[in-house]
């Protein structure tokens, strides 16, 4: 269950770190996998599409804390 967590965490962080660059900079490195959140859930979500960088980093901040509390337990 850790290693699940784990990935999960990883996922979010590289998906949320992609889409910031994204945001910033076109990112085609994998575009479609790494900024799924960022061009399909961000512009559905009114409350993310008014700041899009910071849902992103949220993200990637919200993957590191997974990775490092499935890390500890």
């Not at 399909?40 to 997974?66: K, S, Y």
């Amino acid at each position: 269950m850790r290693k699940a967590i784990q990935v999960t965490g990883l996922i979010m962080l590289l998906q949320g770190v992609s889409g910031a660059i994204d945001h910033l900079a076109v990112q085609p490195f994998m575009g479609l996998f790494l900024n799924f959140f960022n061009r399909v859930i961000v512009p559905r979500v009114d409350l993310l599409a008014a700041q899009p960088l910071f849902a992103n980093l949220a993200l990637a901040a919200l993957g590191l804390v997974m990775i490092i509390a499935a890390a500890r337990s």
